[in-house]
Protein backbone atom coordinates (compact mmCIF):
# COMPACT_ATOMS: atom_id res chain seq x y z
CA UNK A 1 0.00 0.00 0.00
CA UNK A 2 1.12 3.30 -0.97
CA UNK A 3 1.70 6.05 1.85
CA UNK A 4 -0.46 8.42 2.28
CA UNK A 5 -0.06 12.08 3.72
CA UNK A 6 -2.01 10.47 7.14
CA UNK A 7 0.56 7.77 7.43
CA UNK A 8 3.47 10.13 7.01
CA UNK A 9 2.09 12.50 9.48
CA UNK A 10 1.33 9.42 11.82
CA UNK A 11 5.24 8.06 11.43
CA UNK A 12 6.16 12.26 11.93
CA UNK A 13 4.16 12.03 15.20
CA UNK A 14 6.20 8.63 16.19
CA UNK A 15 9.42 10.52 15.69
CA UNK A 16 8.25 13.77 17.40
CA UNK A 17 7.15 11.45 20.34
CA UNK A 18 10.33 9.26 20.65
CA UNK A 19 9.34 6.16 18.75
CA UNK A 20 6.93 3.98 18.73
CA UNK A 21 6.36 2.76 22.34
CA UNK A 22 5.57 6.58 23.35
CA UNK A 23 3.21 6.85 20.03
CA UNK A 24 1.48 3.50 20.95
CA UNK A 25 1.05 4.18 24.97
CA UNK A 26 -0.74 7.43 23.95
CA UNK A 27 -2.94 5.95 21.59
CA UNK A 28 -3.47 2.84 23.61
CA UNK A 29 -6.97 3.40 24.17
CA UNK A 30 -7.80 3.88 20.81
CA UNK A 31 -5.33 1.41 19.24
CA UNK A 32 -3.49 -1.38 19.57
CA UNK A 33 0.67 -1.14 19.17
CA UNK A 34 1.08 -3.00 16.23
CA UNK A 35 -1.44 -1.11 14.20
CA UNK A 36 -0.50 2.15 14.93
CA UNK A 37 3.06 0.87 13.30
CA UNK A 38 1.11 -0.72 10.55
CA UNK A 39 -0.45 2.69 9.89
CA UNK A 40 2.24 4.73 10.06
CA UNK A 41 4.65 2.44 7.74
CA UNK A 42 1.32 2.61 5.29
CA UNK A 43 0.61 -0.90 5.80
CA UNK A 44 -3.13 -0.12 6.69
CA UNK A 45 -5.29 2.78 6.64
CA UNK A 46 -6.13 5.50 8.38
CA UNK A 47 -9.85 6.07 8.64
CA UNK A 48 -11.40 9.48 8.36
CA UNK A 49 -12.99 8.28 12.09
CA UNK A 50 -9.28 6.76 13.47
CA UNK A 51 -7.72 10.24 12.18
CA UNK A 52 -9.94 12.22 14.17
CA UNK A 53 -9.59 9.79 16.85
CA UNK A 54 -5.17 10.28 16.82
CA UNK A 55 -5.77 13.66 16.61
CA UNK A 56 -8.10 14.10 19.50
CA UNK A 57 -5.69 12.17 21.74
CA UNK A 58 -2.91 13.54 20.90
CA UNK A 59 -4.78 17.41 21.42
CA UNK A 60 -3.92 17.84 17.85
CA UNK A 61 -6.17 20.23 15.50
CA UNK A 62 -9.13 18.76 13.50
CA UNK A 63 -7.72 17.57 10.18
CA UNK A 64 -3.55 17.95 11.16
CA UNK A 65 -3.45 14.54 9.92
CA UNK A 66 -4.39 15.69 6.52
CA UNK A 67 -2.28 18.62 6.07
CA UNK A 68 1.30 18.18 5.05
CA UNK A 69 3.05 19.01 8.13
CA UNK A 70 6.66 17.92 6.81
CA UNK A 71 6.78 21.52 4.48
CA UNK A 72 6.36 23.20 7.74
CA UNK A 73 9.19 21.22 8.91
CA UNK A 74 11.27 22.19 5.87
CA UNK A 75 10.43 25.75 6.03
CA UNK A 76 12.45 28.25 5.24
CA UNK A 77 13.30 31.36 8.05
CA UNK A 78 11.34 34.21 6.63
CA UNK A 79 8.18 32.06 5.82
CA UNK A 80 8.68 30.44 9.22
CA UNK A 81 8.93 33.82 11.20
CA UNK A 82 6.14 35.19 9.46
CA UNK A 83 3.97 32.49 10.80
CA UNK A 84 5.24 32.87 14.22
CA UNK A 85 4.14 36.48 13.54
CA UNK A 86 0.49 35.50 12.53
CA UNK A 87 0.04 32.53 15.17
CA UNK A 88 -2.02 34.65 17.76
CA UNK A 89 -3.61 36.83 15.76
CA UNK A 90 -7.39 36.53 15.97
CA UNK A 91 -9.27 34.59 12.85
CA UNK A 92 -10.08 37.75 11.73
CA UNK A 93 -6.61 39.46 10.87
CA UNK A 94 -5.83 35.57 9.77
CA UNK A 95 -8.58 35.80 7.18
CA UNK A 96 -7.95 39.05 6.19
CA UNK A 97 -4.17 38.38 5.57
CA UNK A 98 -5.37 35.35 3.34
CA UNK A 99 -7.64 37.54 1.53
CA UNK A 100 -4.44 40.38 1.03
CA UNK A 101 -2.51 37.34 0.05
CA UNK A 102 -4.68 36.05 -2.57
CA UNK A 103 -5.72 39.33 -4.14
CA UNK A 104 -1.32 39.76 -4.20
CA UNK A 105 -1.25 36.53 -6.58
CA UNK A 106 -4.75 37.62 -8.65
CA UNK A 107 -2.38 40.72 -9.40
Known sequence: MPRTIRS???????WLKG???PTAEKLAHVLNANYVS???TGDKPISDETAREIE???SLPNGW???DN???????????E???SIRD???AAKKSLARFINDLQKG
Open 38 to 40: KMA
Open 19 to 21: GQK
Open 65 to 67: LDR
Open 82 to 84: LLV
Open 56 to 58: RSL
Open 89 to 91: KSE
Open 8 to 14: INLDLIR
Open 70 to 80: EQIIRMANPDY
